[in-house]
């Protein structure tokens, strides 16, 4: 390339501006997917049905631990008490996603066991009612009603509704609102709801349908979906989050669930007084019979033995006895509540219901120890149960603690209540000696001191028990809930989450734009045809004689029929700088050849050799393809003899020499098909003939066969003084380019150029105006097809969409 001017140019962002003339060229087909995916968002979010979100806020608080025990020490240090915030507030975590909290709050609220679906127009919009139904269905819960089976409902008046139920059950009925509905699998009755406004019926009855909810998987499904979030960095507030349909519904659960969760937490600290009173009641029972019998016996023996004071000695013998009858009491209820902890051990009961020792007057600080841990070690299991299975290797360390501690304290109940036996074995002993001594009373003061024995031991248990129950009763009253309701759920607060409108018109749009990007992107990735001018530069180093523009007209030789078309012009051009390789004189012999088949050099070839016969140059058009010869066709000139029939002998090269109706241009024809065309392009008659027309002609314009096909052009190198390829673009594979550049490199042709023909797209980048080929010295050539008012064909024809669509893949 070094011996001519550079004659083709190129600016780095090539790239760029080629992916960029792609996309605003093909604007219509982003614009088509714009426009679909915009259209399918819109879709989605007219009639995909909204989900919301809410959330209430709950205060978690803590139970300060008993003063000397392991935990208040621990607890003095802040590392301690911290991990033991964390570990409670999990603790409670798991509480309020429990199936047990879903179910009672569920249970709570009555409008949760039936749901109401309104159908849009032609039954594709639905939306959910909970309280905005017009109407209400009231399950007969005395009978059977399967769940979740649609019952489709659909108004006719304010009066009437029709009852379809499908499938298997086949039912279709006219019913009134107020009458009820039995069959075997459903019984309900539907009533209007005063409180809400009968639709109208102009537009056509209104469709809804309901279901009976299962309340255990509605209680699985709400406790699934609950969220719970710590929300500050000493995680004592926690987030109760849920999605749903309506934010009503959603709001009603939250704010039942965290009701049942503050009760459920008061009764769990009312469980001690409320045990407590249970007890005692149920030792006032037996009490107060015998209380009320022994106050009358006492009173009818006073009035009955006009009796009032007793005497100095019978004064002295009652105080023993009152002093040992108290000590006796003690005991006996000591052993009472002995046996009453021994029968829920043996039982094996929850000993998170075992009154305290200490309600009942016992000191014992061993037995104390032993239930509070027995009654923390229950409270701790209740906890795990509700987040790990029953063999799982925690609760089994926390069932063995409780054995062993079960074992123990069954041990300790037995001795003491062994001690309480002899201590009472001990006061009847004392008794039976003052009662001896109350021998020596008189008879009827002797029965006055039994009689005021046996009332004041009954109004000493009945006054004790009645002060226990009194101190449970206060401690009971004046309990409040560790844990509070910061903020309740409100249904203006609910957020919608879908559809995300703004999201989704997002999505679309770059979607839209997307997917026609990363499809042009693959296709010109993919794409091994000369596209572009780099295309060409990146596989070869031979210079570029020029571009061609697509035929518009239907005639081969559009340079002669149709002179004042751009693509006459454009051969114009390939003359003029034909000089700047042909310079030396005699130079006159030009073969026009190509990689393979199809990509015009035939064309190429007839129109070169047109525009200079137009020039006045007397001009020889010689076909040389034996194997497919074309020239006679589009001439119209006999085959039966031609160059073939001369290389052969059998015809003078006068006989294959043919006019035109070109003036200055003649031709010659292949003649018929040789079984042997290399060898005769190579022979000396081959040489002899070249020789001959070189005399009388200004000009030698050679139609080769493809070189990548066979060799016959490069037979004639010797003879030729340029060779011509012929490029066609979006047709031609860059890969044949490389044979192109082997042969120049190897300097076996002689001024070798490529010639670009059959430029489809107006405006091509590359090829249109202001980048076309030229010289480097100023004067070049632009080839496209803009508008200047001088050609004929100024404006390609207007493709339908269809034809825009498959040439889009034809060039691909």
Known sequence: MDQYPEIYHEEDSIDIKKYLFLILRNWWWFALTVFIALSVAYIINRYSEKVYKNSCTIVIGQENPQAGSVESILDELTRFRIMRAKAIVQNEITVLKSYRMARTALEELSDFDVTYVSVGRRGIAESKLYKKCPFVLNIDTTKVNIPGHPINITLLSPTQYRLEIDDKYHINELMEFGRPFNHPSFNFTIFRREDIEFPSLESGPKKYYCIVNNINAMSNRFRNGLSVEVNDEKGSIVTLSLTGYVPEQISDYLNKLSEVYIRSNLEEKNRVSVNTIKFIDEQLSGIVDSLEAASLRLQNFRSANKLIDLSKEGNFLMQQLDQLQSEKVASDLSTRYYRYVLNYIKSKKDFSEVVAPSVVGIQDQLLNSLVQKLNELYGKRK?????????????????????????????????????????????????????????????????????????????????????????????KASNTATHKILDIARPENAQMIKP?????????????????????????????????????????????????????????????????????????????????????????????????????????????????????????????????????????????????????????????????????????????????????????????????????????????????????????????????????????????????????????????????????????????????????????????????????????????????????????
């Open 500 to 812: 995300k409108t703004s999201r989704n018109y997002m999505m679309a749009l770059i979607i839209g734009v997307l997917i026609p990007l990363i499809f042009i992107v693959l296709i010109e990735y993919f794409n091994d045809k000369v596209v572009d001018r780099k295309d060409i530069e990146h596989k070869t180093d031979v210079p570029i004689l020029g571009a061609i523009g697509h035929n518009l007209k239907k005639t081969e030789i559009p340079t002669y029929d149709n002179p004042k078309t751009s693509l006459a012009e454009s051969f114009r051009s390939l003359r003029t700088n034909l000089q700047y390789f042909l310079k030396e004189s005699g130079q006159k012999t030009i073969a026009v050849s190509s990689t393979i088949s199809g990509e015009g050099k035939t064309f190429c070839a007839l129109n070169l050799a047109a525009i200079n016969a137009m020039a006045g140059k007397k001009t020889l058009l010689l076909g040389l393809d034996l194997r497919k010869p074309k020239i006679h066709r589009i001439f119209k000139i006999p085959n039966e003899m031609g160059l073939s029939t001369y290389l052969i002998g059998k015809t003078a090269p006068e006989e294959v020499i043919h006019p035109t109706r070109i003036d200055h241009l003649w031709a010659v024809n292949a003649g018929p098909i040789p079984p042997n065309p290399a060898e005769l392009i190579g022979s000396d008659a081959m040489a002899a003939f070249l020789k001959h027309v070189k005399k009388q002609f200004d000009i030698i314009i050679i139609d080769t066969p493809p070189i990548a096909i066979v060799t016959d052009a490069l037979l004639l190198k010797e003879y030729v003084d340029m060779y011509v390829f012929v490029i066609r673009h979006g047709y031609s594979s860059k890969n044949v380019l490389q044979l192109v550049d082997d042969l120049y490199h190897k300097k076996d042709m002689k001024n070798l150029s490529l010639l670009v023909n059959d430029i489809q797209i107006k405006g091509y980048y590359g090829y249109s105006s202001g980048y076309g080929y030229g010289y480097g010295y100023g004067y070049g050539y632009g080839y496209g097809y803009s508008s200047t008012g001088y050609y004929e064909d100024e404006e390609l024809p207007s493709e339908g969409f269809r034809k825009r669509l498959l040439s889009i893949f034809r060039r691909r």
């Open 383 to 475: 906890n795990l149960l509700f987040s790990v299975q029953e063999n799982s290797p925690q609760l089994a360390m926390i069932n063995a603690e409780i054995e062993n501690i079960r074992n123990t304290l069954q041990e300790n109940i037995t001795n003491l209540i062994a001690n309480s036996e002899i201590s009472v074995k001990s006061i009847n002993d004392r008794l039976g000696k003052i009662e001896n001594e109350m021998q020596k009373l008189p008879y009827t003061e002797r029965q006055l001191i039994n009689i005021q024995r046996k009332f004041n031991i009954n109004d000493q248990i009945y006054t004790f028990l009645l002060q226990k129950r009194a101190e449970a009763g206060i401690t």
